[in-house]
């Protein structure tokens, strides 16, 4: 079993950085997909980016392509998600989320993928 602790959001501006962070436990961590994901007051949760185990493949919703990037380092068992040229629109709850999965280059882009998630962190962007 894996826990998330999501962590490193805030309140910015309009054109900001933020990056965040998803530690987990367990030292199976490379074994796991990961994924970001966010969810606005009144609207459903949505996929945001997500990493395969392994690093090598990676894949953005086309609202934040250009803007984040994603990355992980196993050894610490973190994932992190760079966001810059922040948005008022990107403002959200962001939860990470990670799948256990024997195929190391395997990546999830939905929900119901997923099996654990972490508790999520603030992130609001104004004006």
């Known amino acids: 079993q894996v826990q998330l602790v999501e962590s490193g959001g805030g309140l910015v501006q309009a054109g900001a950085s933020l990056k965040l962070s998803c530690a987990a436990s367990?030292?199976?961590?490379?074994?796991?997909?990961v994924g970001w994901f966010r969810q606005a007051p009144g609207k459903e949760r949505e996929f945001v980016s997500a990493i395969s185990a392994n690093g090598g493949n990676i894949y953005y919703a086309e609202s934040v392509k250009g803007r984040f990037t994603i990355s992980r380092d196993n050894a610490k068992n973190t994932v992190y998600l760079q966001m810059n040229s922040l948005k008022p629109e990107d403002t959200a709850v962001y939860y990470c989320?990670?799948?256990?999965?024997?195929?190391?280059?395997?990546?999830?882009?939905?929900?119901?993928?997923?099996?654990?998630w972490g508790q999520g962190t603030q992130v609001t962007v104004s004006e």
């Open positions: 989320a990670a799948v256990s999965t024997a195929y190391s280059s395997m990546v999830r882009t939905t929900t119901r993928d997923y099996e654990y």
């Open positions: 367990g030292r199976t961590f490379r074994s796991y997909a």
